[in-house]
C-alpha cells in the first residue's frame, strides 16, 4: 500500500500511539517518541504568529509509518533581508525497527524540503547519527555549533561526569583526581587560562540583573540595536521571544527557565535565558545550568554572560553549558571562564538556505545560534 | 551502483536483494540509492516511485520505465 505524508490530524492520534508503542518496543529507546497531541503543545500554530510548529505524518492504510515536525520562523540575514525558513525537527521513520520501510526517512526529509526549500535542523547528537549524514547526502551543509562549559564542583564533575568516564582507566584517573584535589586544581587553572585569554574583566558591579516576566518594548529595542552585528538569526523581538519563552508554564511541561534582564544606570543593555537542565543520565547526579539563549549589543556580550553565569552560581548547580556560535559570544564565554568541549550540535542548512547564506566562509562565525533555537526548550530540558 | 553503495561484491547482488538482504541497506543508503539512480539516469524519483524501490530487481524495473518514458 502507498505511503502518504499528510498534515497531523486528531484522527491519526491513535495510529501515532500506535506508531510510539512499535518504536518503542523494538528499538528499546524509550526517547523514540513522536508528539501524541496532534496539535503542538509547544508553539501551537494561531493567527497572526510569527513561529509556530506543525507535525505531519507518513500514512500507509490506517498504520502511520513515519513522522516529523517543522517550526516555522523568521530570521534575519544580514544584507538579505528576513526570510520565513522552518526547522526540520524530530524526524521518526518505522525503517529504524522494521528494514522494509528503509524509504521512509528520505520520503520525509524530501517532503519537507519540498514544504519549505528554506530548511534547517539543529543538534541531532554528532555526524555520525543518521540525520545528519542524511542531510549530507541531500547537499545540507553542515557546521559544529561550539559547546561552551564551566564546572562550578570539580569534584563532583570529575565523579559524575558519566560522558567522560566510559573508559575504566579514565574513570580510575577521576577519582584519583577528584579525591587528591588535582582534579580542582587543574580544572581551575584551565578555567582561569580561558578568563586571561579574553580582554580585561568587565566592570559587573554596575549591573542590575532581574528576572522579567515577559518580553515588551525594551526588547524590541535590543533586537533593532543588535540585528545588524549577526549575519543569521531566528528573529528575537519581543513578539516572538513571548512565544519562545511563555511565563505561564503549563503543569504538564518540565521547562524551567528564566529570563533575565541585564540593566546598566537603569537601561536594559541585553537579555539571558538561563535554567536548570532536566536530569540527563551523560551528567549522573550533577546539578547542570544552562544559559540557553542570549541577546545584546556586541560591547554588552561578556557582561551579560557574566550576569547569567552568576545568577546560575547562585543556584548552586554543579556546571554551567552553553551553545554559541557567534564570535563575540564565544569570546565572551571565554572571557567568563568557560571551556570550550567536543560539540554534537550541528547547524545543517539545505542547499538553498546555504545560498541564502553565501558568503558561508565569511559569515559561519557571525551566526547567532544557541541552544534555544531549532526543536527548543521542551526537548532539551 | 549497488555494489559500491552498499559495499558487498557484484556476484552477491540479485534482482531479490533488499533492505532484508544487505546489511548495509537502511534509511540512509536508501537515500543515496534515490540520489545515485537520479544523477546517473537523469531521473526525478517521486515519493511513490522511491517508495517503491523495495529491492534491487524492482528498482532495475522503475528505472527501466522511467527512461522507456523519457522522450530522448
Known amino acids: 500500500m502507498a505511503i502518504s505524508i499528510q498534515p497531523y490530524r486528531q484522527e491519526h492520534e491513535p495510529a501515532v500511539e500506535e506508531f510510539n508503542r512499535r518504536l518503542q518496543r523494538l528499538s528499546g529507546d524509550p526517547d523514540l517518541v513522536f508528539s501524541k497531541t496532534a496539535i503542538p503543545r509547544w508553539l501551537a500554530p494561531a493567527n497572526h504568529n510569527p513561529v509556530w510548529n506543525e507535525f505531519f505524518v507518513a500514512i500507509e492504510g490506517s498504520s502511520v509509518r513515519g513522522a516529523y515536525g517543522l517550526k516555522q520562523e523568521m530570521v534575519v540575514v544580514r544584507g538579505k533581508g528576513t526570510h520565513r525558513v522552518a526547522c526540520y525537527h524530530h524526524p521518526l521513520s518505522e525503517g529504524i525497527i522494521d528494514r522494509s520501510y528503509a524509504s521512509v526517512g528520505a520520503l520525509l526529509a524530501r517532503d519537507a524540503l519540498a514544504r519549505q526549500p528554506l530548511l534547517y535542523a539543529l543538534g541531532m547528537g554528532g555526524y555520525e547519527r543518521p540525520l545528519p549524514k542524511m542531510l549530507k547526502a541531500l547537499a545540507f551543509s553542515l557546521t559544529p555549533i561550539p559547546f561552551y562549559f564551566r564546572v562550578m564542583h570539580p569534584a563532583k564533575f570529575l565523579r559524575e561526569m558519566q560522558a567522560l568516564r566510559q573508559a575504566r582507566w579514565r574513570a580510575v584517573l577521576m577519582d584519583v583526581a577528584a579525591a587528591t584535589g588535582t582534579g580542582w586544581l587543574a580544572l581551575k587553572a584551565a578555567q582561569r587560562m580561558s578568563m586571561l585569554r579574553g580582554r580585561p574583566r568587565d566592570f559587573v558591579a554596575d549591573l542590575a540583573v532581574e528576572k522579567v516576566a515577559a518580553f515588551s518594548e525594551w526588547a524590541d529595542d535590543l533586537w533593532d540595536q543588535a540585528k545588524d552585528n549577526v549575519s543569521f538569526s531566528a528573529v528575537r523581538d519581543a513578539n516572538t521571544l513571548r512565544l519562545l519563552y511563555p511565563t505561564q508554564v503549563r503543569p504538564d511541561q518540565v521547562t524551567s527557565t528564566r529570563s533575565l534582564r541585564v540593566n546598566r544606570n537603569g537601561v536594559a543593555i541585553g537579555w539571558a535565558i538561563v535554567g536548570e537542565r532536566r536530569k540527563d543520565p551523560k551528567f549522573g547526579h550533577m546539578r547542570v545550568g544552562s544559559i540557553v539563549d542570549c541577546w545584546a549589543n556586541p560591547e554588552n556580550a561578556a557582561s551579560i554572560v557574566q550576569a547569567a553565569n552568576q545568577s546560575l552560581e547562585k543556584d548552586g548547580v554543579d556546571l554551567i553549558v552553553s551553545n554559541q556560535s557567534h564570535h563575540v559570544w564565544c569570546r565572551a564565554f571565554e572571557k567568563a571562564g568557560f571551556l570550550k568541549g567536543p560539540s554534537t550540535f550541528i547547524f545543517a542548512a539545505s542547499k538553498q538556505l546555504t545560498e541564502l547564506l553565501q558568503p558561508l566562509g565569511q559569515n559561519r562565525s557571525s551566526f547567532h545560534i544557541t541552544r534555544a533555537d531549532g526543536d527548543g526548550l521542551p526537548a532539551n530540558f | ?72
Open chain 2, 1 to 72: 551502483m549497488a555494489s559500491d553503495l552498499f559495499g558487498v561484491p557484484a556476484e552477491r547482488i540479485t534482482a531479490d536483494s533488499s533492505p532484508q538482504t544487505l546489511e548495509a541497506w537502511d534509511s540512509i543508503q536508501h537515500l543515496n540509492l534515490v540520489l545515485a539512480v537520479e544523477e546517473k539516469f537523469g531521473v526525478q524519483l517521486s515519493p511513490e516511485e522511491i517508495e517503491q524501490m523495495k529491492s534491487i530487481g524492482e528498482t532495475v524495473k522503475l528505472v527501466e520505465s522511467k527512461l522507456q518514458a523519457t522522450p530522448r
